[in-house]
């Protein structure tokens, strides 16, 4: 193993995962912190947390937890991960995590590189943007769980971390990898430990990539984690492939599970409906007793076999405030979790094996009923979001692909255009 990353949410492990195979590295996810040996025949392991929105000691025990098996495993540089839109709160938990693992490695500084152009996230004098609009300004704002209220990158990791925390500006990044390496190394001198850098393009990202070589721990979006692989081959460590994202042949029943309230899960959740089949899960109806997970199964039985079947519980933030003001946002998010892990579960007993799951939660929630241990992964779908191949639990007993889709990610068509991915 070359490479091993430690990611804070489900959909956020297949993104970067993806991105990895995408530039030739063979790599499985794992879930959760892995009780047995990693895969032989990979270069890269990403093991998926769901420590996004838990409290910062115990994202920290998992992540530091997660971080010494990949280094039993003899990774030789790793990857905290987390969302391209800097998903978090004042408390946490991208700083409490980074600073944990630099202090587990022994080393004395890190970066943070949300970017990924290709979705149009950038980073420019420390501020986030989402397409031309500030993060403060954008969907992401009105969160149910992580509103990013403050563009300011700098400014709000400051307020998670306990060392100091830097920036190295476009006009250092446009210099090349040297240019950055010698940033780095100012920024070290100065007591500096985490360090926002601004990203641009994929010009940029490789600059920062190249920079990066000799870090023992980089943290940020996917779209920097895919530059690394180019260290490792200039290295000779890694051969060329070709083929790093074959799969098993995948048949079966398909179904669409959103769970995510994201501006972009609401399009695509929209344009399915409009082409087929769709049940709305209600988390008042939950919550009142009703049997909705045998509704939805019910349903989606007869009509499963003829055409992809669409289950959501995905509403605009106005029906979602409405919600937690009711039933409290914690309540109203388990509920909702643990009906759609229930339905998933109950559509692959019945022979769904081509899935879609919308929402890091949600995904989680879905892949622990199931009891899948690890994912292979294959062709990507959209930027970020690669159909995978499940081993493990009873998801791994019969063949299921499966698809774990950011809320945030994806073309307005992405579920229609899926399936046409997975050949």
């Known amino acids: 193993m070359l490479l091993g990353a430690v990611a804070d949410d489900f959909t956020g492990a297949t993104d970067l995962a993806g991105m990895l195979v995408k530039h030739g590295m063979r790599t499985v996810q794992m879930i959760d912190v892995p009780s047995e040996a990693a895969p032989e025949d990979v270069d890269a392991v990403v093991v ?3 420590t996004r929105n838990i409290a910062p000691e115990s994202a ?55 970017s990924f152009p290709a979705n149009g996230r950038t980073v420019y004098k420390g501020h986030l943007f989402v397409g031309d609009r500030l993060l403060s300004e954008s969907g992401m704002s009105k969160h149910p769980l992580t ?51 601004d990203a641009l393009s994929e010009d940029d990202l490789d600059s920062i990539g190249a920079a990066c070589a000799g870090l023992k721990l980089v943290t940020g979006g996917s779209a920097v984690a895919g530059t690394l692989p180019r260290n490792f081959l200039r290295s000779g460590l890694l051969q060329q492939r070709s083929a790093a994202d074959s799969l098993r042949e995948a048949g079966g029943a398909r179904a669409v599970i959103a769970g995510s309230c994201s501006e972009a899960t609401q399009a695509q959740v929209a344009a399915m409906r409009a082409h087929g089949p769709s049940f709305r899960v209600d988390p008042i109806a939950l ?64 022979g769904v094996g081509r899935l879609i799951v919308a929402g890091g939660e949600t995904a989680g929630a879905v892949v622990h009923s199931l009891g899948i241990k690890g994912l292979r992964i294959g062709r990507e779908i959209d930027s970020g979001v690669p159909w995978t191949f499940a081993f493990g639990g009873e998801g791994g007993c019969r063949p299921l692909a499966l698809a774990l889709k950011s809320g945030n990610f994806g073309t307005p068509d992405f579920f229609l255009k899926a399936w046409d991915a997975l050949g």
Not at 319 to 339: H, P
């Open 287 to 350: 919550d009142e007793g009703r049997d909705v997970v045998g509704d939805a199964v019910a349903w989606a039985a007869p009509l499963m076999t003829r055409a992809p079947v669409l289950i959501y519980a995905t509403a605009d933030a106005a029906s979602v405030r409405s919600v937690q003001a009711r039933l409290g946002a914690e309540r109203a998010g388990t509920l909702v979790e643990r009906a759609l892990s229930d339905i998933a579960r109950s559509l692959v007993d019945r």
């Open 60 to 114: 920290v025990a998992q992540s530091v937890a997660a971080l010494r098996w990949l280094e039993r495993a003899g990774a030789r540089q790793f990857f905290f991960k987390y969302c391209s839109t800097f998903d978090s709160t004042p408390r946490g938990n991208i700083g409490p995590v980074a600073e944990a693992m630099l202090a587990a490695l022994a080393a004395d500084f890190s970066i943070a590189c949300p």
């Open 147 to 197: 509103p990013m209220t403050e563009s300011d990158l700098v400014r709000v990791l400051q307020q998670q971390a306990r060392g100091r925390v830097g920036l190295v500006d476009h006009v250092t990044v446009v210099r090349g990898a040297e240019g950055v390496a010698r940033r780095f190394a100012e920024l070290r001198s100065e007591g500096v430990n985490l360090a926002i850098v």
């Open 48 to 50: 998926a947390l769901k």
